[in-house]
């Protein structure tokens, strides 16, 4: 009922992590571009944290009115559409959305509701995408944003509704057809224009060029990011942060892909080799960049221990990040360290350090990966 009658709305729903949930909205907002709709985003969810944790709006992590200025179109968040205070009354509102993950199989035909509609009392029912619409592989979960926006309009959201069963809502029971005043999907992490490739990682990705590097960092946080760093380096508050190459070594959840083990981890020796590389580079356009910022979700004392003492932290712990701010603001005041550097250092295979590759590259910087599993000796 808050919604302008005479305006079309577009949202979705995210539970990917705090990353890839970072790369759903940038999709969400470059679908909202295509389709000419104003996008709604809710809070970050903390998927990849404790429930405890509860949720982050998007505009405590982005430069929201910057942001609208730049796509040249209003955004809203779900807390100006629906007060989470509602909840306590029990209104529950039924409302009809696409699902994109119905059909594959880990969706098991049912749509991937998540945190958003919880928080905000929306019981969903999903109507899943035509299946021309996706990978034509049951195995692979990625659609095509070019077929997505086509379901803005009248003909083919009427052929694309010919063609599936609306599911009924978990709570009320309701089948509903998809909403054409809010155009909704339960995940957009998947989509993309051009089939067979992750376009996150191509130099061409139109999510990235036309949304993603428009979304800067909201100014408190970048503050307190500031702060962080001119203590970390004891640096005066009148001084500039001097230039330094920013590191993300992300191990700890990537054993599963090595059988449990972390032998086919990227060595010290490449890591080192890598850092060289970048400072060379710098150097070659006029920056010196000593210090070097390394994070990691290593929990191996010994790992750390390894590592040259040139190589600093920020230890969330020592400086009680979690009791200051919450559990959110370790991973996330990470992520802006290392959009930060005037060189990168990444993982290969890992969005956040996808994200602070392409950020640190956006500002002139420049960067490299660390590369694993069966990767050559010589490329090591």
């Given at each position: 009922d808050n919604l302008k009658p005479d305006k079309q709305y577009i949202t979705g729903w995210l539970s990917s992590g705090w990353t890839n949930d970072v790369m759903t909205y940038t999709n969400l907002l470059f679908l909202s571009l295509l389709t000419e709709r104003?996008?709604?985003?809710?809070?970050?969810?903390?998927?990849?944290?404790?429930?405890?944790?509860?949720?982050?709006p998007f505009s405590e992590v982005?430069?929201?009115?910057l942001l609208a200025h730049e796509l040249h179109t209003p955004i809203l968040e779900w807390s100006d559409v629906k007060r989470v205070e509602?909840?306590?009354?029990?209104?529950?509102?039924?409302?009809?959305?696409?699902?994109?993950?119905?059909?594959w199989e880990w969706g098991n035909g049912q749509g991937r509701s998540g945190w958003v509609p919880d928080t905000f009392d929306l019981d969903v029912s999903y109507t899943p995408v035509p299946q021309t619409y996706?990978?034509?592989?049951?195995?692979?979960?990625?659609?095509?944003?070019?077929?997505?926006?086509?379901?803005?309009?009248?003909?083919?959201?009427?052929?694309?509704?010919?063609?599936?069963?609306?599911?009924?809502s978990p709570l009320?029971?309701?089948?509903?057809?998809?909403?054409?005043?809010?155009?909704?999907?339960?995940?957009?992490?998947?989509?993309?224009l051009v089939e067979g490739k992750f376009e996150w990682e191509e130099d061409y990705s139109p999510a990235w060029r036309l949304v993603g590097r428009k979304m800067r960092w909201a100014p408190l946080l970048l503050q307190k990011a500031e702060i962080y760093l001119r203590e970390h380096w004891q640096i005066k508050h009148s001084d500039p942060i001097p230039p330094y190459i920013s590191v993300h070594m992300r191990r700890a959840d990537f054993r599963a892909y090595c059988n449990g083990t972390l032998e086919c981890m990227p060595t010290l020796h490449q890591l080192e080799r890598r850092v060289s590389s970048v400072r060379s580079q710098l150097l070659f356009l006029g920056i010196s960049a000593p210090y070097v910022l390394l994070?990691?979700?290593?929990?191996?004392?010994?790992?750390?221990?390894?590592?040259?003492?040139?190589?600093?932290?920020?230890?969330?712990?020592?400086?009680?990040?979690?009791?200051?701010?919450?559990?959110?603001?370790?991973?996330?005041?990470?992520?802006?360290?290392?959009?930060?550097?005037?060189?990168f250092v990444g993982t290969e295979g890992s969005t956040m350090s996808l994200l602070a590759y392409r950020?640190?590259?956006?500002?002139?910087?420049?960067?490299?990966?660390v590369r694993w599993k069966g990767v050559p000796e010589g490329e090591l």
């Open positions: 104003i996008p709604v985003l809710g809070p970050f969810v903390p998927s990849h944290l404790s429930p405890s944790a509860g949720y982050l982005f430069d929201l009115p509602d909840d306590l009354q029990g209104e529950r509102e039924a409302v009809g959305c696409w699902s994109t993950w119905a059909g996706d990978s034509h592989n049951p195995q692979d979960p990625h659609v095509s944003l070019a077929r997505l926006m086509t379901l803005s309009f009248s003909s083919s959201r009427s052929l694309a509704i010919a063609r599936s069963v609306p599911l009924p009320l029971g309701a089948t509903l057809p998809p909403s054409d005043h809010l155009l909704c999907f339960d995940l957009l992490y998947y989509a993309r994070t990691s979700d290593e929990t191996d004392a010994s790992w750390w221990a390894s590592l040259p003492p040139t190589y600093g932290q920020i230890n969330h712990t020592l400086y009680r990040t979690e009791e200051k701010y919450g559990e959110w603001y370790p991973s996330v005041l990470d992520s802006v360290f290392l959009s930060l550097g005037s060189g950020r640190v590259r956006e500002r002139g910087g420049v960067g490299e990966w």
